[in-house]
């Protein structure tokens, strides 16, 4: 599910729309010490025809580049692996082209050592005199659960059914009652928790799921239909919005490091 705003809004505390590529790369260096203090997340600034501008040091470590100005210039297609990047530059430009921006989006990413992780995602298109400038974005770890937090035993036991049971149809109704919450409140404490929303954890184990099981014998209609998909183009179509590729490509991919 790609959650889109509507267009681009203002980016709070930093520059309003209309500033130029030039003001916005300006900021972010002055910025600099910050965003690479961030060892969670990733971020970054592209040009109009999506080529990297700004980076910190976090997106280097995670590209396995030696320094920032191996990564200034290019497309993330030039960055990353060839089944993921084509599909990174796809996304930065269908921003840029509709100045629609990308929130909070749940994605997988691969570091170092083939390890796959799950991200929150954000970019943001920058307009000047209607026409798109730059790119601005975050890609951020999910953090662990708050299990501090004064709820967390109802809604830890809603995310355990959602992960036991995410090949079933669940009703965001049926599980606030089950933790005895208004719809809104499970909500609002999920995030707060998990850093996600009920329907994102629900993808998340369906997507997890799917990863466990494409190395094996089941056909993809097949794990489509354990994975509580009701068909196999549905299946595919959050799959590569979330991982990058088919999940044909992704089963492909592992068995050619197998070899």
Known sequence: MTERGARTPPLPGLLPRGASLEQMLAAMVCLEPVFDALVDAVVFLKDAQARYRFV????????????????????????????????????????????????????????????????????????????????????RDLKAPEQDHPAYERVAAVAAHIQQHYAQSLQLRALAAMAQMSVAQLERHFRAIFNLSPRQLLLKARLDAARRLLPGPLTLTEIAAHCGYADHSAFSRQFKARVGITPRSYRASLRSMAL
């Open 56 to 139: 910190n040091r976090s997106f280097v470590e995670r590209c396995m580049a030696r320094r920032k100005d191996e990564v200034y210039g290019r497309l993330a297609q030039d960055v990353f692996p060839p089944r993921f990047g084509p599909a990174y530059t796809a996304q930065d430009r269908a921003v840029l082209a509709s100045g629609e921006a990308i929130t909070d989006q749940l994605e997988l990413h691969f570091y170092a050592g083939r390890r796959a992780g799950w991200c929150l995602t954000h970019k943001y298109c920058i307009v000047d005199a209607g026409r798109a400038v730059a790119l601005v974005g975050i890609s």
